[in-house]
């Protein structure tokens, strides 16, 4: 919080005193007064809650996918060895490269947005995955066979544990990803629904020369992000990871 402040303190003294030319980068006040009258009495409110449910939907899409592939994965070499090939050739493979054909073959809709998401998301989340299950101690494994466990009980006694800081940072990656997918999609696709997101509303901030606007969608995505890791990512962090001595404080 203190070097938030500091940094919006800089922006508004750099506005105010002359530093930049204010059409460029507006004082902080300025876009903070847009930004409440957007969210509270213009569109931005609704275009926010169609981004965020877009990419909670795309996000759940894409965990269970990850969790169920990762499960066949450990139970065949083959076919871990398959999706090791694919994550390594999709995953640094940018969302914003493969809309074209993401268009051709799907149109411009909601499921095109869906795709992208996944895109962005499933193959950060399956390399975590596969990663940890790599890194459990063949001895803890063995441990549990020779003491009589049930695949359940292995599952939530053992690999729960030894996964859970890699899915944590699967999910704090894939989260980021997500965003980048969405935001970038709506800005090429344009208005999807009858209002859009909020790639949309910062499209049409530059396409109108709004900066305030621009700014407004950016720290928009900037607090939710924030929101997330605080609430959601620490949350889970704190319960289990930390809680279990696995990370410092």
Not at 46 to 62: C, R
Request: one cysteine or more; glycine letters at 10%.
């Amino acid at each position: 919080m203190l070097w938030l402040i500091v940094l919006l303190a800089l922006w508004e003294a750099a506005a105010r005193l002359g530093w930049v030319n204010t059409y460029i980068l507006p004082p902080f006040t300025t876009v903070a007064a847009r930004l409440w009258h957007e969210l509270f009495f213009g569109r931005l409110g609704v275009q926010t809650l169609n981004s965020l449910w877009v990419v909670l939907q795309g996000f759940g899409i894409s965990f269970a996918l990850a969790v169920v592939i990762t499960a066949l994965c450990a139970a065949s070499r083959s076919i871990e060895s398959l999706f090791n090939t694919l994550s390594t050739i999709l995953n640094p493979l940018p969302a914003v490269a493969i809309m074209p054909l993401i268009i051709m073959w799907f149109g411009i809709d909601v499921t095109a947005m869906f795709i992208i998401i996944i895109h962005g998301v499933l193959w950060t989340l399956i390399r975590h995955l596969l990663d940890g299950l790599r890194a459990i101690p063949a001895a803890q494994l063995e441990f549990g066979r020779n003491i009589g466990l049930s695949p359940f009980r292995m599952f939530s006694g053992i690999i729960v544990f030894a996964l859970m800081p890699e899915l944590l940072a699967g999910l704090r990656t894939g989260w980021g990803r997500a965003w980048r997918a969405l935001i970038s999609a709506e800005m090429v696709f344009g208005m999807i629904g009858t209002l859009g997101g909020l790639g949309y509303y910062i499209y049409m901030g530059r396409a109108y020369a709004r900066i305030s606007d621009v700014l407004a969608g950016i720290i928009i995505i900037a607090v939710i992000g924030i929101a997330a890791e605080s609430f959601v990512f620490g949350g889970i962090e704190r319960a289990t990871t930390r809680k279990w001595g696995m990370t410092r404080e």
